[in-house]
Each structure stands twice: as structure tokens, then as C-alpha cells.
């Protein structure tokens, strides 16, 4: 693991884990445990799909793909939760955003 943290989607999907689980915690009961708790998923699905890609050589390219739609899953998830107005303020989902967009160009090694 200790290699990971030189990688910066690596640095960047832990820190998305983090601002995702911090803007969840905010959600009222119903968004929580019904668009949160997808939100937690794909998130967590994410750092491990990002995890299979940089320690199994032999299928990276098909685990690339899978961050690649994890990503993209991500954000209409983030896009759906702003229309059911999850978020208490759109400034919550800031953070979130910006962690997308800024590694979604970034080599995953």
C-alpha cells in the first residue's frame, strides 16, 4: 500500500473517500441510507478497482476501463443526489466535484 500514496489518483480517490463519507454524514436520514449509501459504494469501489489496476499487470487494461465507469457512475450519482437536493447547500458537493474533475485525466501508473 505504502507505494500507492506516491501515485496522485491514488492521493486523489482517498481523498474523494473522505469528502464523500464527510458530505454523506450531512445528508438528512432518507438521502443517507438511499443515494449516500450509493454515493459510499462506488466511492469505496473505486479505490479498490484503482488498487486491482496498479497491482495486477496482467488484466490492467480491463481494470482501467472499470475506474474509467466507476468515475463516470460517480458523478451521475453526484448528479442525481443535487436533484433530489440531498445536499443541504450546493457548496457541499464542492469538494466532491472538484476531487472528480481534477484527476479525471490523471495515468493510473
Known sequence: MRHLNRLPIWRDANRLLLETEQVVRSF????KYSIGEQLRA???RLCQSIHRAVSRK????????????????????????????AFANLLMAWPV?????????????
Not at 480491463?62 to 443526489?81: H, N, P, R, T
Not at 466535484?97 to 490523471?106: D, Q, V
Open 28 to 31: 438528512c436520514r432518507y438521502h
Open 42 to 44: 462506488t466511492t469505496m
Open 58 to 85: 496482467h488484466s490492467h487494461i480491463k481494470l482501467v476501463q472499470q475506474v474509467a465507469e466507476l468515475v463516470d457512475d460517480l458523478k451521475l450519482q453526484i448528479q442525481l443526489a443535487r436533484e433530489l437536493k
Open 97 to 109: 466535484c472538484m476531487i472528480i474533475l481534477n484527476s479525471k485525466n490523471r495515468e493510473i501508473v
